[in-house]
């Protein structure tokens, strides 16, 4: 099955300061890929998405790259907040079919 | 106000006792997930159920029995749980179970803690 691997596994930054949280996946067949935040005492919650055709999205001071030749896929998040402290995941899908996530990332920002 | 709806939110259960958690969606969807979610690991996927059939069981012990008695409804059946199985349990929905074209929509979860 799908093996998802995601880095840094904790991540501090300075209010206004940009967050980059990278995860590889293993099957180049997998063609979905979403981001999920979780905040504390909360289910995680779909917060942006992107697909094996195009490259990079945006959305408001977040954005995900995909590069496929190397299977790995980033989030950043420019401007932080301090209501961007949460749990991270990221996720891959072969063939639209059963998400396997990564093992989430703790970013903390500091005001 | 999330769609997900999850019942309690901790729970605190001997060995041996037999308990249920409760999960309710008011999307309309056609799907709905058993995950557990233990510290600093990927969210593990029990159970599916598309449209009140279970349709997959992710080498689960038995200890653990699902039931989907209509679209809406979800529940976790805990019987003699083991100190290992303490995790936050989340229940998800999506508009059918393909996961790449219908997003996941989470509850909060329930706090399990076995004693």
């Known amino acids: 099955g799908e093996n998802v691997e995601q880095h840094p596994s904790t991540l501090s930054v300075q209010e206004g300061d940009s967050a980059v949280i990278k995860c590889t996946y293993s099957?180049?067949?997998?063609?979905?890929f979403p981001w999920y935040k979780q905040e504390l005492g909360k289910g995680p919650q779909l917060i942006i998405d992107i697909r094996s055709n195009v490259g990079e999205k945006k959305d408001q001071r977040i954005a995900v790259t995909l590069n496929k030749t190397a299977k790995h896929f980033s989030l950043h998040i420019t401007e932080t907040q301090p209501e961007d402290s949460a749990v991270y995941f990221c996720?891959?899908?072969?063939?639209?079919?059963?998400?396997?996530f990564g093992a989430g990332t703790t970013v903390t920002v500091r005001a | 106000e999330t769609g997900v709806t999850q019942t309690p939110r901790h729970l605190v259960m001997g060995m041996t006792n037999k308990k249920s958690l409760k999960c309710e969606q008011h999307l309309g969807h056609n799907a709905m997930y058993w995950y557990k979610q233990s510290a600093k690991k990927p969210l593990e996927l029990m159970f599916v159920?598309?449209?009140?059939?279970?349709?997959e069981n992710n080498s689960v012990p038995s200890r653990f029995s699902p039931e989907c008695p209509n679209s809406s409804h979800l529940f976790l059946h805990l019987h003699t749980l083991q100190p290992e199985d303490s995790a936050l349990y989340l229940c998800?929905?999506?508009?059918?179970?393909?996961?790449?074209?219908?997003?996941?929509?989470f509850g909060n979860g329930t706090r399990l803690t076995v004693t």
């Open positions: 996720a891959a899908s072969l063939n639209d079919y059963k998400l396997s």
């Open positions: 998800a929905s999506s508009q059918d179970q393909n996961q790449g074209s219908s997003p996941l929509h």
């Open positions: 099957d180049s067949a997998s063609n979905y």
């Open positions: 159920y598309s449209l009140e059939e279970r349709v």
